[in-house]
Nanobody, 116 residues
Framework: QVQLVESGGGLVQPGGSLRLSCAAS????????MSWYRQAPGKERELVAA????????NYADSVKGRFTISRDNAKNTLYLQMNSLKPEDTAVYYC?????????WGQGTQVTVSS
């Protein structure tokens, strides 16, 4: 079955960096576009970044453009999100997602807290 496991979250000071990972299994990772979402307390889940199956095309929310970079390693079945210049408003649970056969599959999420 499809399994997505996020890691790499934690507590970081404003201006700091984190790199999130999402290990995928149960499907042919290289065939599917992937995305990162986040959900802050009291807010709806929002799209942060997306990447095509080959990694050639990426898209970002305006709020993270120029600070975050989505990438993937199809040989390792792993999705990444490099987050630089973090701000307190980036605090959220971050999820990776794949849409496969018209179904959305989510990981359990990893907490990112940006605070001094």
């Amino acid at each position: 079955q499809v399994q997505l496991v996020e890691s790499g979250g934690g507590l970081v000071q404003p201006g700091g960096s984190l790199r999130l990972s999402c290990a995928a299994s149960g499907f042919t990772f290289s065939n599917y576009a992937m995305s990162w979402y986040r959900q802050a307390p009291g807010k709806e889940r929002e799209l942060v970044a997306a990447i095509t199956s080959t990694g050639r095309t990426t898209n970002y929310a305006d709020s993270v453009k120029g600070r975050f970079t989505i990438s993937r390693d199809n040989a390792k079945n792993t999705l990444y999100l490099q987050m630089n210049s973090l701000k307190p408003e980036d605090t959220a649970v971050y999820y990776c997602k794949v849409r496969r056969n018209y179904n959305d599959y989510w990981g359990q999420g990893t907490q990112v807290t940006v605070s001094s």
